[in-house]
């Protein structure tokens, strides 16, 4: 997915500064942001924010749906660059047509990982398929570490069995979970899986201590450990737990992201699409998606690419780090 904002803004994260924390849970409140045009979608992005830009490699995470797109075109996002990240979509309900500038035509169905890596540059757009009525997920990205952040284009797919848990069920996308591992390829160790917890339950995870964890609400009544997580909030917990206690106190199914990580160690520099080391490097991948280098180009989308927005004039400042 893009980041549509025709301002984003330029941010400077990571470092050795984010990464010690408090072991409390710290709740992250989502903001609405338009993904698109005036009669676009909106979706709700918890990552990045001044608060705190990172959760391991996890870089960034917009939250969508339940939206009824009956009659109103749904998601139409148009081809756009990726540099120095790799993308995760994973739905809850509806279907997404993907294609990138690797030639990869793929669906995004609910329960399936499509995991998209952009390394130097890649392009890819994405459409909810005409017989989508409800469209409902998240779109994740992952930083890639300095020495891969060239990597290769790489598109994988995957769909996880649902892993029966003690008061819920698991389907572990990404690292591992409850004895469970995924085999899909990242460049950081990495924790992504979706969580259910059954009306009333409280279910205990191992955690790795070494990771930090987010915990992406999509619905229910949460306790992550003893501190409320709405829909759409994201808690963050520091490093240092082995296990992890989720608590559904409603009536019905909760549902939930869970993300993981050991604190990422470099600075990187996101703009607009882009993933970055330096001001420069944004710039000078800005003027190749503009002229039409680099990235590829994306067959079999009915329309033109998105132009990239307008870079700020005011040198690059460190934002995003935590007191």
Same mark, same amino acid.
């Given at each position: 997915?893009?980041?549509?904002? @025709? ?13 010690? %924390? ?21 979706? %709700? ?14 870089? $960034? ?24 990240? &790799?993308?995760?979509? =994973? ?41 989508? @009525?409800?469209?409902?997920?998240? &779109?994740? =990205? ?10 290769? %284009?790489?598109? &994988? ?8 848990? #003690? ?43 070494? $990771? ?28 240092? %737990? ?21 604190? +990422?160690? #470099? ?6 699409? +882009? ?13 190749? =998606? ?8 994306? &067959? ?24």
């Amino acid at each position: 997915m893009s980041n549509t904002e @025709t301002r984003p803004p330029e941010l400077r994260c990571g470092g050795e500064a984010e990464a010690a %924390r408090p072991a409390d849970v710290e709740v992250l409140t989502a903001r609405d942001v338009p993904l698109g045009g005036p009669r676009a979608m909106r979706v %709700r992005r918890t990552l990045p924010q001044r608060a705190r830009t990172l959760i391991g490699a996890w870089c $960034f995470a917009d939250h969508y749906g339940p939206d009824d797109v009956t009659g109103k075109g749904g998601m139409d996002v148009a081809p756009h660059p990726h540099t120095g990240l &790799q993308t995760v979509s =994973w739905l809850f309900a509806g279907e997404i047509e993907h294609r990138d500038s690797l030639g990869s035509h793929a669906l995004v169905r609910p329960g399936e990982l499509n995991l998209m890596t952009g390394g130097r540059g890649i392009s890819h757009s994405e459409v909810s398929t005409p017989g989508t @009525t409800l469209l409902h997920g998240v &779109q994740l =990205w992952v930083a890639l570490p300095e020495k891969h952040r060239d990597a290769e %284009r790489d598109f &994988q797919h995957y769909v996880p069995e649902p892993l029966p848990l #003690e008061g819920g069920e698991a389907r572990v996308f990404l690292g591992s979970l409850a004895g469970d591992t995924s085999p899909v390829h990242t460049f950081t160790p990495l924790l992504g899986a979706e969580v259910t917890v059954a009306p009333g339950a409280e279910l205990t995870l191992d955690v790795d201590p070494a $990771f930090e964890h987010g915990v992406l609400v999509d619905a229910g009544d949460v306790l992550a450990e003893a501190t409320a997580v709405r829909p759409s909030e994201l808690g963050y917990i520091a490093p240092g %737990r082995r296990t992890l206690t989720l608590t559904n106190r409603g009536t019905g199914t909760a549902r939930l992201v869970l993300l993981g990580g050991p604190p +990422f160690g #470099e600075e990187i520099v996101m703009w607009w699409n +882009f993933i970055g080391r330096s001001h420069e490097e944004i710039v000078q991948a800005r003027e190749d =998606w503009m002229k039409g280098s680099r990235f590829g180009e994306v &067959q079999g989308y009915d329309g033109a690419p998105l132009p990239a927005p307008e870079l700020p004039n005011t040198p690059l400042k460190p934002r995003g780090r935590v007191r």
